[in-house]
């Protein structure tokens, strides 16, 4: 149980820096390879397909984490990043167009990553002191 929880962190994390990679790359990508346009990545239902995969991993990782070392402002950090990014995927454009789609989806994956990340490392911590 112990791997499958910090598996699901890292790769929680993984997913998260791959969303703002995305966010803040393609546009220069797509000038720079104007092939890649044919993959489809600016496709709005790349957002929507990362959230599915991000928040089902989120939401089992933060809360298995979160019983363990009992750190529960982590699930608020996650939780709100989530939120962030849903916000962006629903009202992106209507907030503030493009640049408020990546900002909000940004600072969503930011949330994300310190969440994960602080499970991750309190996860680490206790599963050492219990080795002892």
Not at 71 to 86: A, K, Q
């Amino acid at each position: 149980m112990k791997e499958i929880q910090v598996l699901t962190d890292k790769f929680s994390i993984g997913l998260s820096v791959l969303c703002a990679v995305h966010c803040l790359l393609l546009p220069l990508l797509l000038v720079s390879l104007p092939s890649l346009g044919a993959l489809q990545l600016q496709n709005e239902a790349f957002h929507t397909w990362m959230l599915v995969a991000v928040i089902p991993i989120s939401i089992y990782a933060l809360t298995m984490g979160c019983k363990k070392h009992q750190r529960y402002h982590l699930l608020f950090w996650g939780f709100s990043g989530l939120l962030l990014m849903v916000i962006a995927v629903i009202f992106g454009h209507d907030i503030g167009g493009e640049a408020g789609e990546k900002s909000l989806t940004l600072l969503g994956a930011i949330f994300v990553v310190i969440a994960h990340w602080g499970n991750f490392k309190h996860c680490k911590k206790i599963n050492v002191l219990t080795k002892k």
